[in-house]
């Protein structure tokens, strides 16, 4: 492996400690330099071409990137790209568009200037939105990163009451983060909802609320047209079956939560109503 290759696997930067353990001599690095293969962002620093920016700056700033933008080194859910900064500095300096956070407590990324999950999460329960929040712990609970007892713990005092009410949306198991956004939106709606619910005739459905609606979040493996039929079979065997089923994607979820529940709530006000259908086709065709 040459220098770029090895700085390529860390995002296009490395300090020169790493660089000499991993078998690169002054010498090399020094012509790597001259050569203009490699730049020295400062004393200790050095960067191929395509160095990832986020790396860049926290390297240039001397600090660790946390809370929403490290969750990419961690794969966790996001909502949104945010367009600031986080980072955890040594410094506490004020630095433009970069949103500070406190220091980390907890080992750092093995080989990145990016603070360690836990210390990440942390920052994140403070920092971010209810939901944003929300679905980066999940992700890392289902990935089995850590787990919410581990965050409570660290948690303590009033000024993280709310941090904690987060961690007890957090689900046993969700597939995507539409799952626990729903869950959240559904219950909080008054509604008694069942994840992964086995549904007979239909097999295991994302939502189960009240007993009788089947929700089903979709994502983009649903718009291939084997899914889709796949999806309209399920559907079939619902109805067939006593259960009314509704399908949302990924911006009804994220983005109109509200309607997506009225929706729900309409179905089940209808169903109650017998709304859907007239009793009598139960019985047998009309007589002649």
């Known amino acids: 492996m040459d220098i770029v290759d090895f700085l390529r696997s860390r995002e296009g930067a490395a300090t020169a400690q790493a660089l000499y353990a991993a078998g690169f001599t002054r010498r090399a690095l020094a012509k790597a330099v001259s050569e203009g293969i490699v730049t020295r962002l400062h004393r200790g ?22 809370c929403v933008s490290a969750a990419r080194f961690y794969r966790l859910w996001t909502l949104d790209s945010a367009n600031d900064l986080h980072l955890s500095c040594g410094t506490g300096l004020a630095r433009h568009q970069v949103v ?67 961690l007890d949306l957090v689900l046993p198991r969700a597939d995507s983060l539409l799952e626990v956004l729903a869950h959240t ?40 047209p084997k899914q889709v039929k796949k999806d309209w079979y399920r559907s079939n065997s619902g109805l067939s079956g006593g259960f009314m089923s509704l399908h949302y994607y990924y911006a009804d979820v994220v983005y109109q939560p509200q309607k997506m529940v009225d929706e729900v709530l309409a179905v089940l006000a209808n169903k109650e109503a017998g709304r859907y259908g007239p009793l009598r086709y139960l019985a047998g065709p009309p007589p002649s």
């Open 100 to 166: 500070h956070h406190g220091q980390c407590i907890h080992p750092d990324h093995p080989f990145l200037p990016v603070a360690g999950v836990g210390d990440v999460l942390l920052h994140a329960l403070r920092c971010l939105p209810e939901l944003e929040s929300l679905v980066m712990v999940q992700s890392a609970v289902s990935q089995a990163l850590l787990t919410t007892k581990f965050l409570k713990n660290k948690m303590g005092g009033n000024r993280n009451g709310k941090a904690r009410a987060i």
């Open 45 to 66: 620093v050095y960067l191929s071409r395509k160095a990832a920016p986020d790396v860049v700056a926290a390297f240039r700033a001397n600090g660790k990137l946390t």
């Open 185 to 224: 939106h559904f219950t909080r709606a008054g509604l008694r909802v069942k994840m992964h619910a086995d549904v007979p005739g239909v097999g295991e459905v994302d939502c189960l609320i009240e007993g009788c609606v089947i929700v089903e979040l979709d994502g983009g493996t649903h718009f291939k």
